[in-house]
């Protein structure tokens, strides 16, 4: 039995599902929510179960997740675990393939952490910890930018020196690659057909939109770090660097300093002192402009890089929303969708209120653009692309 880890760590939570031939059999999440912290655990076909954790054991997730697996391994009489993969959410060439994990990938993630300052500690600490526990099973990353490298040559280059580009290895790699390709996957079993001009807008706690033509990414709102593009819960986006530099030297910002002031006190929480998408738009329904705003600033950006993606795409036909924030959040994807109808997206207010995280059609049946709700599978796509990594058919 071909049995795969699926590991997709966080800040503030952390995802872990056991597949064995493919098949989804037990998910693990574990959450520091404002309560406490909490781990989550469901069982193919049951209902999920939560309960309170110390922080000690929340830290340590993985002795907990190697707990469940041995025992669901040996009452299965499944055998031993096959592999480990983690998503990787890394700037650079080198991480647009999926990869075993070995010293060289180590070695190449540490001297990529300041890029990504929000991602790569966590993800080092991760594989730190899975080593540990999972001595025997085959470690190895899912690129989060893979999907991506289809992007064309206009589209992936920054414009500056070519020399100074090629030798410090400064392009748009793009990511949430593994969300947009589990929508490419499953768009068909949603709307019965494989679109060849399709926009997915993924929306949580990080935002991007990429424009997919014929299953393939031609153009996405995130470049060289996940950084960049829209404003999302902490991050701020695309900023022009002579402001930045400007920043810099009113505060006296290190190099350091400014990366982590673009990651934790931008987006949303810089404009409305606020990350969560939730409790923003309760403020909104409390008449707080400084929400108010933020969420029309938040939703601007996302109309203007659906529309910038028509241009790569020459059209639209389908348009995917996707993620925790989209799924769960009638009133957000309206906010979002209102003002597109130039685009010829029409979207039917019945349909759009009575779906919430769940997958559906919210369009109107004459809308020109079929405008989908999807849940993300980043799960689901780690763990075949495990099995090919592997060897396994």
Do not use: W
């Amino acid at each position: 039995m071909a049995t795969t880890l699926v590991v997709n760590p966080g800040s503030s939570s952390r995802k872990y599902a056991l597949y064995c031939d493919g098949n989804l059999v037990l998910d693990l999440r574990f959450e520091d929510t404002q309560a406490g912290f909490e781990m989550c655990t469901r069982f193919s076909g049951g209902q999920q179960i939560c309960e309170p954790i110390k922080e000690s054991q929340f830290s340590d997730a993985q002795a907990l997740v190697a707990d469940e697996v041995d025992k669901y391994l040996f009452r299965e009489s499944a055998g031993s675990l096959g592999s480990v993969i983690v998503r990787v959410v890394a700037p650079g060439t080198y991480f647009q393939n999926h990869r075993v994990i070995d010293d060289e990938f180590i070695k190449k993630l540490q001297a990529s952490g300041v890029s990504a300052p929000l991602h790569i500690p966590t993800i080092l600490r991760e594989i730190a910890g899975l080593k540990k526990h999972f001595k025997l099973a085959k470690l190895l990353a899912a690129s989060d930018s893979a999907f991506h490298k289809t992007m064309p040559n206009k589209a992936r280059c920054y414009s500056i020196d070519a020399v100074d580009a090629r030798a410090h290895d400064l392009y748009r790699f793009g990511y949430h690659g593994l969300s947009v390709a589990s929508i490419v996957r499953r768009v068909h079993s949603v709307i019965g057909q494989d679109p060849e001009r399709m926009i997915v807008c993924h929306i949580g706690s990080g935002a991007s939109v990429t424009a997919v033509k014929a299953g393939r990414s031609v153009e996405t709102t995130m470049g060289f770090s996940p950084t960049s593009g829209l404003p999302m819960s902490s991050r701020a986006g695309d900023l022009d660097a002579a402001a930045l530099l400007e920043l810099m030297r009113f505060k006296n910002l290190r190099l350091d300093d400014a990366e982590m002031y673009l990651n934790t006190r931008g987006g949303l929480a810089g404009l409305a002192n606020e990350p969560d998408i939730r409790r923003l738009l309760d403020r909104r329904a409390q008449y707080d402009s400084t929400a108010k705003q933020a969420l029309e600033k938040f939703a601007y950006s996302i109309q203007q890089a659906i529309a910038a993606s028509t241009v790569s795409l020459g059209g639209l036909d389908v348009l995917v929303l996707t993620a925790t924030a989209a799924v769960r959040s009638a009133e957000l994807r309206h906010l979002i969708l209102a003002e597109l109808s130039h685009l010829g997206i029409v979207v039917s207010p019945d349909r759009n209120n009575a779906l919430v995280g769940s997958d559906g059609v919210v369009s109107v049946r004459n809308s020109q653009v079929k405008v989908v709700v999807m849940r993300t599978d980043e799960m689901g796509e780690m763990a075949n692309i495990a099995y090919s990594l592997a060897g396994v058919e």
